[in-house]
Nanobody, 128 residues
Framework: QVQLVESGGGSVQAGGSLRLSCAAS?????????????MGWFRQALGKDREFVAI????????AYAPSVKGRFTISRDNAKNTLALQMNSLKPEDTAVYFC????????????????WGQGTQVTVSS
């Protein structure tokens, strides 16, 4: 019913930039507009729990960031195209992880449990 597909991951040296994209599709977003869903980016490093990175409200008017990425990452969305993006600048080795996009029809917040739909993830590797 819902498909979230991330792209844009890859390998980059510390200090570099990457832009992740997430395309949302499916019957759920056709019936209930994509703009009704808060969207988020989460990440999971090897051997660690999944953690919040950035979230954005359905309208795009409000955003929130994890302290570790604030000032370096920017989340945005295009509701006309059902897409989500994460611009990542000044990347650090500790940003290495699988990055997931997620959709919530219930709540705008940093808890992964609040998100109903998840993509498969895209790997980001930052070398020093």
């Amino acid at each position: 019913q819902v498909q979230l597909v991330e792209s844009g991951g890859g390998s980059v040296q510390a200090g570099g930039s990457l832009r992740l994209s997430c395309a949302a599709s499916g019957r759920t977003f056709s019936i209930s507009s994509y703009s009704n869903y808060a969207m988020g980016w989460f990440r999971q490093a090897l051997g660690k729990d999944r953690e919040f990175v950035a979230i954005i409200t359905g309208s795009g008017a409000n955003t929130a960031y994890a302290p570790s990425v604030k000032g370096r990452f920017t989340i945005s969305r295009d509701n006309a195209k059902n897409t989500l993006a994460l611009q990542m600048n000044s990347l650090k080795p500790e940003d290495t992880a699988v990055y997931f996009c997620a959709a919530s029809g219930r709540r705008f917040g940093p808890r992964a449990d609040d998100y109903d739909y998840w993509g498969q993830g895209t790997q980001v590797t930052v070398s020093s």
